[in-house]
């Protein structure tokens, strides 16, 4: 497509990969972090630390307020002096920038925030990705760029601050809370050279040119009445319109340099489509992916991804959908009670009905609406199956939902979870570890050797369960030759580790297992005994898969090479030894680059005594021979004591056990409510 | 329609409808003012203080909180004790609400927030009115009601208390700021027995029920993650589902109670119309006014009110539409730069769209949205008219714009401004008047004067222009037989009153005199010099419309009367004496009984000066004898100085001048910036 040599692979998150952009563009950065958009921040303010310099050799200045209102407040009044200025935020931090955000955008003002976007306190507050902030937002006047993956998260940025300062119309960039700001994907960095490139001089110039200015003095900010405010607030039509073609220059510039081409709304799928999906954000992916698997069986299928949200460019999308098209499913990754039906949705119906006025189609596509993936709720090729089956329905359901049960108001689509689009070349890797064990860091320690020491792709996701430190994590890792796109939870590894020994009782992690996974227990009985000590369900699940079992007493490995109760390089080195990502000597050969790195400069003993852990982990891993036939005198441990109250049994037992995405809606309180006092019923032996 | 018997007339404004009946079923009011819903907080705050009681026979507490953050803040806790809640909002203040109205409905909490609809501050701050805030508001859960009147905004506030209670969903109740806020018009009060009689105590008790209680101890207030929280957003559909038959349940009870019948979607019009507007707040009394003269003229039109905006119900909206209508224009009280489409008209096509795809229409109605009256800005018979035309147009404007001239983007839509269908047993009079010299307060008095005692109808809207105290104000006062249903400012006066006298050369006052129309006059010169002290427009404008002129020397009479300089009540008489609202002697007659209870308290001695100015009044009113021509040797006193620069000249004088209407778009600043230091060329020697 283009003729744009590559530029430098590196493995980093979503948040990392637009804060690196929006930094090097800023002046100054306002901020108050809120998850998911922290990283984005507190990164901001290391490198401004560190003295790192934008693209002008200038460290930015970055400002932390009491507030996102007293960020959004101070990012207006630093945009009125003339200085390019970013935030990050999300969520009720977003909520609490729209005053400004309006007096920002009416005032035609060049700016970008920056979202990690995520769910909205109501029944209950989240801190999970879904775009409930944003589409709140979506009346203030921001032009609005929605990405879907690290790399584009990373792009995008970069197109909403060189296409702000042409439109003068400021932009939310947006992309999936967690499941892009804290998904660890290989992507190609835009160099410094490049990001100058894109940005234009003259524009910045005219940006601090519009400040408040005693030498140049005008008012800004001033009121208006009946008789001149509706004129006031019609005369920027034009740079509204404007916009739209402005993004796609920006958007085919950074094609010229880099390769990767963007449209305002990018179809993919047979040209001949009869059903498309249109949706925003990381779910365009998983279409993808399964789209192709069907459009292989013979399907006639499409995926439209919206980019530019807003302005919303009625003639760009229907250019942009196959003639073909009969039916079209629109996806929202948001929930708007009482309204007529979902925001993307309502646009598609919109600019279709306005594209049959004016001629530019001549006959209606059947619409449908669905909501998806609120709070960082999976979706999964499985469900992305489900939505083209019930689209492809004589009487499809309208403002349905997908990936719940919903057993009260029956919105919730059918699909098959076992239907499953994995390619056999990705490794696929789980780790079960304790809150603070140091698996999360190995695992991105791992995924950092081999994302920047090897041509494969990879990609890292953790998900830490409700209480934070001192209970579970489980690491997701995907390593192959193609690039990653997979952006939802592995549910059939070839690889699972069990960092912690009691975990063995206590989580269900084998019905994740592929057939033929290999499965790492980190626990003090020796190969002979650890087959005795699992719990039946697990014994079965070893023999039916045909799991290679292997076991290693890791805390006495760690305890005996002196590095106390740090069992993560060891389980580390068993990773590599067992999953076949790598050759194992070539593994081994980078770990102990990696650890040299590290600790050379804590003196050359430390580097050995790791050396040595390394070493007497392979030493000590051991394959264990299984059974033909279970021989478990005991089943998975109870999530609560038996004598737990009604609701405890049936809705907080299977959120212990990992089972909450099984409720059905009518197991969860209508308002938030829950009974009290029932910690004491959990059992959480950690 | 019913056998209610008719409750206590009351000639009072919007604000203080809502107020009467929030306050009335209310235990807390946490406020915290903004324009233009200040007023029911101050209401609010009088009552208790003067120990006004509920409905429960208790005083309400008021709690005033820093920003409406803390007040909404306040809201939600005081709603968890179980206490009936209520709050009074705007623009800005609506924002800062926001993340506690996202926790208030997901939990499901009975409440209501009642918004006097206005602008957000974008390229400019306004304090006027328009639907800019609630459609900011559109996402979060509220039910959303809408009303056109300062009657229906008092009903509505009553429906959406009962309502709220029955639906355990929470309500905005919305009504035109300003328009209706400060309309003051003569209304059924709803007495404290019917209010009792909709408020059903049981579901007050299971409100209260549902507080957080030591006693009965639970949780709410929870974080959800990715496991169950989207199906407990999605827990509360039925609730939801429920709300648009409740809302018509308690609009049936109110109509037996009251005579007044509501719908959700209120249709008026032709039976087979083909041509229908729809719409929300006062402007549908705009086009019912118009479309009866038009219909009578052979055309077949509609409108349809949206009354329950959220939840918004397809199937309602769909069985109040004519079947015949070919045509439908969405008129939206608000802007979103950028949208597929303003938020009403992207419901009615989503409405339509779906009401085809389930039959229960056989064909799609042509669709258009437009833009009317942000900020304020009048929408008029001839604009209603003007968008009846347009969509009645082979090639019709969609997304236009209708009261204001588009020269940039040419949205706007063109009508004729001199059509007009104000009733001729209508008295219109308008009073120019100084920002603090008692006109208001004046105007306010003979409002209640005749509406509470006599059987006329009356509407009073003051329009004061942008610099407060020492400025201009215009008082429009219209009093007939029927219901005022005229929304808009007079533009056809059969009394105009001059208070100030040098006003007569600054501002045009006679362009809106009817022919025939009576103009009064505050002038030191008398009756025998003071037409040739007239600018000649004003002279020319006497004698084309055959006005009967009349002047007073009020500030002289005042003098002499002892009320120094206080010439409300001597301008009142005369408006009297001269409008013919009421036979003359029986006007004075009321007058003075209205002095008399006002200043009973201060003695007789007071009372007797007062009845001094009155007679005193008549008796130096004399009619100027008008000449058949012109003798003027000046015209009207520029606005600003001749040497001001273009900006001044272009756009502040007409605005100085009260022609910004008038201005083009292309004329209004894009971003809200003005040269500075322009207010020396004004000349305001007021």
Redesign the interface.
């Known amino acids: 497509m283009s003729e744009a040599k590559q530029n430098k692979l590196v493995t980093v998150d979503g948040g990392n990969a637009v804060a690196h952009i929006a930094y090097r563009v800023s002046d100054i950065c306002s901020i108050y972090p809120i998850t998911p958009s922290s990283d984005m921040s507190e990164l901001s303010d290391l490198w401004a630390t560190q003295g790192v310099k934008n693209i002008w050799d200038q460290v930015p200045q970055v400002i932390e307020m009491q507030s996102e209102g007293g960020a959004a407040g101070t990012a207006h009044g630093a945009l009125q002096t003339g200085a390019l200025t970013t935030t990050f935020t999300a969520s009720?931090g977003l909520?609490?920038m729209?005053?400004n955000m309006?007096?920002i955008?009416?005032?035609?003002?060049s700016s970008v925030f920056h979202v990690a976007a995520r769910?909205?306190?109501?029944?209950?507050?989240?801190?999970?990705g879904d775009h409930?902030d944003v589409?709140?937002a979506?009346?203030t006047?921001?032009?609005?760029l929605a990405s879907n993956s690290v790399q584009e998260a990373h792009d995008s940025a970069l197109i909403a601050h060189a296409a702000t300062l042409k439109a003068?119309?400021p932009f939310i960039n947006f992309f999936d809370g967690f499941r892009t700001s804290h998904e660890i994907n290989k992507i190609e960095l835009i160099p410094d050279e490049q990001i100058r490139t894109m940005i234009d001089e003259e524009l910045v110039f005219a940006h601090r040119n519009?400040a408040l200015n005693p030498d140049n003095?005008?008012?800004?900010?001033?009121?208006?009445?009946?008789?001149?405010?509706?004129?006031?607030?019609?005369?920027?039509?034009?740079?509204?319109?404007a916009?739209p073609a402005i993004v796609q220059e920006t958007m085919d510039e950074l094609a010229k340099l880099t390769g990767r081409q963007y449209k305002l709304f990018e179809y993919y799928g047979d040209e001949d489509a009869t059903d498309v999906i249109v949706m925003m954000g990381s779910g365009n992916q998983v279409v993808e992916e399964t789209l192709d698997k069907l459009n292989a069986e013979g399907r006639k299928l499409g995926v439209m991804s919206v980019r530019l949200f807003?302005?919303?460019s009625?003639e760009h999308m229907i250019a942009a959908l196959p003639k073909s098209v009969e039916r079209i499913a629109v996806l929202d990754r948001?929930?708007?009670?009482?309204?007529?039906?979902e925001p993307l949705?309502?646009?598609v119906?919109?600019?279709l009905?306005?594209g049959?006025?004016s001629g530019l189609i001549d006959k209606?596509p059947?619409?449908i609406g669905g909501?998806y993936?609120?709070?960082?709720?999976?979706f999964t090729p499985a469900m992305a199956k489900g939505v083209f089956d019930n689209l492809a329905d004589d009487k499809p359901k309208?403002h349905f939902?997908v990936?719940?049960?919903?057993d009260?108001?029956h919105?919730s689509i059918d699909y098959d979870p076992s239907f499953n689009i994995e390619p056999d070349n990705v490794t696929r890797a789980m780790f079960f570890g304790l809150g603070s064990d140091g698996t999360v860091s190995a695992n991105k320690n791992s995924i950092k050797i081999i994302g920047e020491s090897t041509d494969l792709f990879c990609q890292g996701y953790f998900v830490y369960?409700?209480k934070k430190a001192g209970s579970q994590t489980t690491s997701h890792l995907r390593f192959g030759p193609d690039e990653i796109r997979a952006p939802y939870l592995i549910t059939s590894a070839n690889f699972i580790a069990c960092h912690k020994s009691n975990f063995i009782d206590q989580v269900e992690m084998l019905d994740k297992a592929a057939d033929g996974a290999v499965f790492l227990l980190n626990s003090p009985v020796g190969p002979d005994k650890v087959w005795d000590e699992l719990p039946e369900p697990v014994q079965k699940q070893i023999i039916d898969k045909n799991i290679e079992f292997y076991v290693i007493d890791a805390s006495t490995v760690a305890r005996n090479a002196g590095m106390g109760r740090r069992i993560n390089t060891i389980m580390q080195t068993c990773f590599f030894a067992l999953s076949g990502v790598l050759p194992r000597d070539e593994a081994i050969a980078k770990i102990k680059a990696a650890i040299e790195k590290t600790y050379m400069r804590k003196g050359q003993e430390i580097v050995e005594l790791n050396f040595k852990a390394v070493d007497a982990s392979l030493d000590h891993l051991h394959k264990v021979k299984v059974p033909s036939k279970i021989s478990a005198k005991h089943g998975m441990m109870p999530a609560v004591a038996p004598q737990a109250p009604k609701f405890v049994q049936e809705v907080t037992a299977p959120?212990l056990a990992?089972?909450?995405?099984d409720?059905?809606?009518?197991?969860?309180?209508?308002?938030?409510?829950?009974?009290?006092?029932t910690a004491r019923w959990e059992k959480r032996n950690i």
């Open positions: 009720q909520l609490l729209l005053p309006y007096k955008a009416g005032e035609l003002t769910s909205i306190a109501a029944q209950a507050l989240s801190i999970f409930q589409m709140a979506r009346m006047g921001f032009a609005m003068r119309v519009r003095p005008f008012i800004r900010g001033t009121a208006q009445n009946p008789d001149v405010y509706f004129q006031g607030r019609e005369s920027a039509n034009s740079f509204y319109n916009v807003r302005p919303f009625m948001t929930k708007e009670p009482g309204s007529a039906g949705y309502q646009d119906i919109t600019a009905a306005e049959l006025n209606l059947r619409v909501r993936g609120l709070s960082s709720k999976e309208n939902t990936g719940i049960n919903d009260v108001t919105s369960d409700s959120m990992g089972h909450g995405d409720l059905p809606v009518s197991m969860i309180p209508v308002d938030g409510t829950y009974p009290s006092g």
